[in-house]
């Protein structure tokens, strides 16, 4: 039996962790478990105390009985009438709610412990209770209001001179800073956080978080190194993290700084370890983290079914975080609504106040006023009271049309927001493929290194395309595929990478170098993958259309095979046409194998290849398609040009066909000169 080295390291390295993680739970549980005895015993007066402390050392890896502790303090405080221990309690109930999702709940205490906390000027709790608000906001991605209520908060901080208070501030600041893409501003407040706990010795949760985010800046600077150095100092195993939280984040944000160093098998470690302490302490939040992580690894190592399974996981639960931000953002609406109508009633309440002086003054100048001015004062009543109707008809009227105005604009709002995150989701999704697929994607340059000149005419018909182009090469061979996938788009772009999966594995493991044989075998292999048979071939016709070179270095021979697409060169004058097998590289009813042709390389050979998407282009005056003999008529126009000229002008011409026609197909050309 044979033993990989790495293998043997990273299961002691996960088994470390595991004891780890199951020490921390195990110390927690003592901790709480004390403190639980010593509330228990406490006399009434002083349990709010205990349970507030039990409710916040549970809050980040059991929300759901940090929860009840959390309701007996308030419970407890409101006996007493305990103002402070009320708003801590309500402080950290709305945490719990947090955590566990409930945004809605978590927002409604929030708000009561700021309406509280204003009412009896406890500036340290008006400040909390601003963080609070604005840490909910960042968990929505608001990041404007988060900032707001942020910055209100600093306010209250700097007042009072609490410089706890300010390291919480600042983390959140940085946090949304970075959210925004402020990077040097995020810095700055991430540091000045830093700064604050070292000095204050504060407990290694605090200073750890700390180092995350700025880990984190590190990340969105690709400055990969320094984001490690940062997770690992955090993880230290000189200090130990009890927030489980936090260790779930650090392991998955340490398999993304290892992803961007390309250690594949490092990134792959932490991230099956966040997903494994996730679901041990049943942090919703952090799994749906964990799988996108996972997700992303196997992306890049190419493992693109484990990719797709994590990427539905990913899914299933951020369909349960769109419904909770939906509700949260309901009852942040109707709170808002109330604080108004509120305020409606205390305005209403004033001018009522102040009619009532104006009668009661009145009533004092009758006494002490002649009949004539009582007369007068008769006279001034009744004008008052029409005066009055019409008022109160008209406040009626305009009541009604603002609580009219106000639903539409409610249900144009919620439908806008709706269908503007849908989009957003849509759209980060299609853009995260593109990245996915344009890093597979080899560069032009490569091409440089084996011919005298080269170039690669890419053009997507949408975000991401069904063409690809791979090139593989070693100390005897040059191996260049370019294919054409069916459909384009998000479809086409999925079968271009098990397309460039099955040439990695024939052409880069299994070491094939016939032609014929590679392109039979990513057709087995793509049949296969795709349960594909000649029963299914009128239903399904997914598969691709390709042509593949390989060019002996020794003997300057190269070999092609094609399955739609022709191999074309010119030599001089003189035109070589190699026509391919019309068959694709997929199921086919009248499927024939793929054949091997050779031609003798001559110095300043030209050779071209290229997807259907150029010469099925609709444009021009007649508006009709360019057609093969379109195509390589241009190609006999500008062969004579060096290589990067000769892109600028298929693209030049392609253009000038195309006019404001919408582009039809995926556009690959793939020009060499030997």
Known sequence: MKFNFRNILFALLAGFLLVKTTNVKAEGSAEIDSLIRI?????????????????????????????????????????????????????????????????????????????????????????????????????????????????????????????????????????????????????????????IRIEKHEDWDKIATTKKYLGDVSIAKKDFSSALKYYKEAISKDNEIKDIDLLSDLYGMISSAYMGLNQNDSALCYAQKCLEISNLFGIDFRIKNAYKYLGDVYAKMGNLPKAFQQYENVMAYADTFLNARKSFNMKRMEYRLEQIRRENEITILKKDQEIQKYVLLSFALISIMIVGAVIFLIVRIKKTKKINGILKAQKDEISARNEEISSQRDILQKQNKQLADQKKEITDSINYAQRIQFSMLPEEEILKNYFTDGFIYYRPKDVVSGDFFKVFYDEDYFILLAADCTGHGVPGAFMSMLGMTAFNEIVGKEGERNPAKIMNAMREMIKKTLKQNIKDEMKSQDGMDAALIIIDKKTNILYYSGAHIPFLCYRGEEEIVIKPVHNPVGVYICERPFVTEELKLQKGDKIYLASDGYQSQFGGSSDRVMKTSGYRKILKEIRSYNMSFQKKLLEDKFLSWKGDTKQTDDVLVVGLEV
């Open 39 to 195: 509330a228990e015993k406490a006399p009434e007066d002083e349990k709010s105390k205990h349970y507030v402390n039990i409710c916040w050392k549970l809050r980040n890896f059991n929300p759901a009985s940090a929860l009840d502790y959390g309701k007996k303090a308030l419970k407890y405080a409101e006996k007493f009438n305990d103002t402070i221990q009320i708003l801590k309690a309500e402080s950290f109930i709305g945490v719990c709610f947090r955590n566990l999702s409930e945004y809605d709940s978590a927002f409604k205490y929030y708000s009561e412990g700021l309406d509280l906390a204003t009412k009896v000027n406890a500036k340290d709790q008006i400040a909390y209770s601003h963080i609070n608000m604005g840490n909910l906001f960042l968990y929505h991605d608001e990041y404007t209001k988060a900032k707001t209520e942020l910055n209100q908060a600093l306010d209250v901080a700097q007042e009072i001179q609490d410089s706890s208070i300010l390291g919480y501030i600042y983390i959140n600041l940085g946090r949304t800073h970075l959210s925004l893409g402020h990077i040097d501003s995020a810095t700055t407040y991430l540091e000045e956080c830093e700064k």
